[in-house]
Each structure stands twice: as C-alpha cells, then as structure tokens.
C-alpha cells in the first residue's frame, strides 16, 4: 500500500512515519510513504502557496494552483486514487473507515495549513473529508499521520501478531479488556488470578465480561449501538444487565 501526502512541510511527515511498526512495515516493502512538497509546484520566485482570501478576514488562503499540480505529479504515477482531505469539518474518522481504506492500493492525502484551502481545488480532487475530533489543530500532517497509522494498521504483514488487529478497542464494537505483564505482583496489586489460571474458556469470558463492563462505563454510546444493531448475545445482555444492577 502506497501512501502519498501533500504537505507544506513534508520532513514532520517521513520523520514521524519512519519509526516503531511503520518505519519497520516501510522497511520490508509492505507499505510506502511519501511526502510531496506542495511549494515545489508555486510558480511564485518566493515559493508562494497562499493568498488573503476574497472578501476579507482574518490569515491566508493555500492557492488551488500549486495543490492541484501537485496531485497531477502524484495522480500521473497512481492513476485514479482516493484523495483525502484532512479537516475538521469532514466525517469523524473511525475503526470502519480504516478498515475500508485498507482494502486502496494508494491513497493520496491533502493537509491543509492557514485559513484552509481555496474551495475549487477541494471540489475538483477531493474524495474523502475527514476530521479526527472536534478541535482545529494548527495543520494537517498530524491527522494525516494519524489516520496513516490507523490504516497501515490494518494492511495484512504489517503487525506481526496478525491476531493483534481483530482484538483491539472498536474492532467488535466494544472497548479492550484490561491487559497486563510481569511482575505479577505491582505496588501491592495482583494480576487477576483468572489470567493465571491456564484456563482458556474461563479467560475468555472474563475478557468478553471486562470488555463489556469498561465499554458501558467509558462508552456508553457505544454499547447502546451494539444492542440495538442486535450484535450481542444473550450472555452479552445478561451481563450488562448484571453491570446496571450494581
């Protein structure tokens, strides 16, 4: 999978994704990063990308021609990809949509910087809008480098306990259960005696328990979603009946 992010500031980009189980996948070829300076392709002698916006107000507009002669360069080489706009008023982005996008050969990302971006180019190369909450960051990069993460994740070879993937929060539609380690024993609190047990039946109904438990405390909205899309058992139903009871 090939990810290509048109950035202001394209060394926060292979600076991040270069390290931890990113930087590894990159490194045996399963995945690929790249990121492309969008003040290469200014036509300005300054390298120029923004303008004050039309109508007046407050800080600078990115020009649509670099942008879009930048993913030329980019689209020239991929052919036809989804492109992705990293802003706050785009759908929030979820387990489900990196999953989705997953399943893409490339993926092109566009970070905006200032004011936003002239809304021409957005509608022209624009495939995808998504926001990683509800607060402005001061640019793109990070969200993007956020949901390459997420994605990258879910891009078979690039976790070595491909079982890691399919266990994780969100993956079922509820939260984790709680993990532990060595020592057994730490400041006085002990590894819940089940995990020690051997028993892997028993291990797994008290994970799917605490799942359920940590899920109703933490993310209600979550759990109600699993109950009324009919996705959980009757066991599941008898233990949060228990869980609203205490």
């Known amino acids: 999978m090939h990810f290509h992010v ?19 996948a990159q490194k045996q070829g399963i995945i690929s990063v790249e990121a492309v300076d969008i003040r290469d392709f200014s036509k ?8 004050y916006p039309y109508g007046g107000g407050a800080g600078m507009v990115m020009q649509p021609g670099p942008i879009y002669d930048c993913y030329q360069s980019i689209a020239a080489r991929t052919g036809k990809a989804r492109v992705i706009y990293t802003t706050p008023q785009g759908r929030v982005f979820s387990q489900k949509d990196a999953r989705e996008l997953a399943r893409e050969e490339d993926l092109i990302i566009l970070c905006g ?28 990069e990070l969200p993007a480098m956020v949901m390459m993460d997420a994605v990258a994740r879910m891009v078979p070879g690039v976790l070595t306990n491909e079982s890691s993937a399919s266990e994780e929060s969100f993956e079922g539609g509820l939260l984790e259960y709680p ?62 009946s228990q869980l609203e009871s205490e």
Not at 7 to 22: E, G, K, N, V, W
Not at 199 to 212: K, V
Request: charged share 30%; glycine share 6%; hydrophobic share 30%.
């Open 6 to 24: 048109m950035t202001l500031f394209p060394d926060m980009i292979t600076a991040a994704m270069s390290q931890s189980i990113i930087g590894r």
């Open 113 to 140: 910087h200032y004011e936003g971006v002239d809304e021409r180019v957005l509608e022209e190369i624009v495939t995808d809008n998504f926001s990683i909450g509800d607060y402005v960051l001061t640019g793109g």
């Open 179 to 240: 993990q532990y380690t060595r020592p057994e024993v730490y400041h006085g609190v002990s590894v819940p005696p089940v995990l020690l047990s051997g028993h892997h039946a028993n291990i797994e109904r008290w994970r799917r328990r605490q799942s359920l438990e940590r899920t109703c405390k933490r993310r209600p909205d979550l759990l109600q979603k699993e109950i009324e899309a009919g996705r959980l058992s009757p066991e599941d139903l008898n233990i949060i």
């Open 44 to 51: 300005d002698k300054h390298r120029h990308v923004d303008d």
